[in-house]
């Protein structure tokens, strides 16, 4: 799949038939932005990439691209005589499974010392026929076979020591053993700073790195262990560090730092389509190579004869799955008190803040909230009683839940810390989904270390509860959405491996929320968003597990909930659905389509379903897009893209079926 980059495109009218399947390319025309479009990857293993972070980076590879690989990968060499050989027969597979992704035959790498500014030199490989893709080696030790007086990168961050990443002695003369980057030495200091000094030098403008922070403690019935190897946390903990240092191209601030999960995306639905999910599984058996076990039942690769694609509970599950640490959510973006839009993002390590000068005319920003520490990117936006926007979000720091108001439109007051439901394990807690009371004061939920729900409450002068109160629920995931229906009570609803939870507010504004006796759906493949009809009743939208498209549940002119998803024949659909209703009482939903882009439909007419048209509204972009109406009563759908940068396509005029108009890019 090739993507062309940042894009408008020209008016775009609801009626318009164009749908997006994983393997097709959106429409794409010339948009302004900022910088150049760059990416970044760091993985711990030669696979991470291919495995955890794929179909994403497969949309890479028409602009600069660079994959570094911290270890050597050499924990278990087997079939190899030592552990240098089968590092470097790694690092060969590595080179043909990114020439697949860049679509090169036969492909030739240039193999080259770069020594960077901490004096340690790593290997640079630039792909001969398409010179933007580069891999870059360091050759670190990884957990396992580690020779005494080294560490993991896992240690090397929390407990210091040091790591070589060659073995000392051997006699083998590629891999960790090659001379020319053989026998370095990185302390904690060395590889922060080293990582640094390679983003200042590639200058991405989003960086792709793994879990630092695994999010669950429970073990599922079929999978006893839903951790990860710790040098995919260890490394991405350094990225992190890293890019604190890093402020995107020219210190311009645009910088995204993306999160992917690993091992344990297994506890959660299939949400990759089944072409593109047949395409990266073709990606992972490149890296392997040609199976040299003599049978169609054992997989031994040339390259790498250990992962076996063929493991039921393991290797074979990652193909249909690619899901964010921390998803950037699908509410992002909220119409202030005096009527124009702001729109917020974790951008360079800090909330931002994008807000229009006047009515659909131009933007400011972004701009940092001031006082933030470094946030997760989950962030949770909503308006009080008053009409003023509040944030919540992760403090990555210590895992506090915090948030920040305005004191009025366009300026903020002081962070001020809700603490965490989780007091003995509190990186276990989910990022935070706020609803407004009908008394106008706000409760925020999140997922908890027990696996359930856990919720904080305001209070009359602007406090918060000191306690969390415990919902109850089992295997809840990142995702909950909450609304006030029309009655005043509040609905909540998380994504759980055992399906959708439920709970009612007993009565407006109570604090007790009772949970449905059994799941309201099937477990979805992303995060929950909840709308409104124009009479009242609740909608919710999710990724449907399996079919990777949108699927929707509403409240029935009864007064019940449908049971089972209703699909919406639309496009592939990643990471969640964003919803409005438009001055006409009619919903529209968008999301990021296979190809990366933005599609949409709407309601045919009020309370009614949806068309089974999906506009396309072109572009390619990152993270979750975010639709809502402006001061003018138009729906207006905000992206982030790949220069780390918000674009806007906005409608015309006021009214469902208007057209959209070109991709602009917003403020700096």
Sequence with gaps: MRFKSAAGVAMVALAVATTVTGGDAPKAYADSSPVAESFMQIVAHQDDDILFMNPDISREYSDPSVTVFLTGGDATGTGFPDICAYSASRDTGARAAHARLAGVTNPTWTRTPLTLSTGKTVEVDTLDQAS?????????????????????????????????????????????CDATYGNQSYTHADLTASLTDLMSRFQPTVVLAQDPRVGYGYSHTDITDLGDQSDHIGGSRFVGEAALGYHGPGGSGHFLLRNYRDYNIRIDPPNVDPTTADDKEQTFLTYLGPNQSGTATTYQGLHDPVPDPNESTFYAMFPARQYPRWSNGTAWSALDRSGLLNAFAVLDGHVQVWRETSGGASW?????????????????????????????????????????AQTAPGAWGDWTVLGNPNPTNPQYVGSPTPVLNQNGLLTVFVSNAGGGVSAVSQLNGGGWTTSWADLQGSWVRDGLAAAQASDGRVDVFAPSVNGILHWRQSAPNSATYVQDTSALGPAPAGPITVGKNADGRLEIFYDQGGTAQAATQYVQSDGTWTTSPSPMDG??????????????????????NGGGGVSMTSQTAANTGFASTWPDLGNVIVGAPSVTLDGAGRETVLALGRDAALHVSRQTAAGTDKPFGAWQLAGD
């Design 571 to 592: 496009p592939v659909s990643m990471e969640g659905v964003s919803v409005v209703t438009g001055g006409d009482g009619r919903n529209t939903v968008v999301t990021r």
């Design 132 to 176: 933007q893709v580069k891999l870059v080696f360091f050759r670190l030790h990884a957990s396992g076979d580690i020779p005494a007086g080294n560490v993991s990168p896992d240690d090397l961050f929390t407990l210091g020591g040091s790591n070589t990443d060659s073995t000392l002695g051997s006699a083998a003369s590629d891999g960790n």
């Design 364 to 404: 400011n920003g972004p701009s940092a909230i001031p006082g933030g520490d470094v946030l997760s990117p989950a962030l949770g936006v909503i308006k009080d009683g008053n009409g003023l926007i509040h944030l919540f979000g992760i403090r990555l720091g210590d895992n506090q839940i915090v948030t920040v």
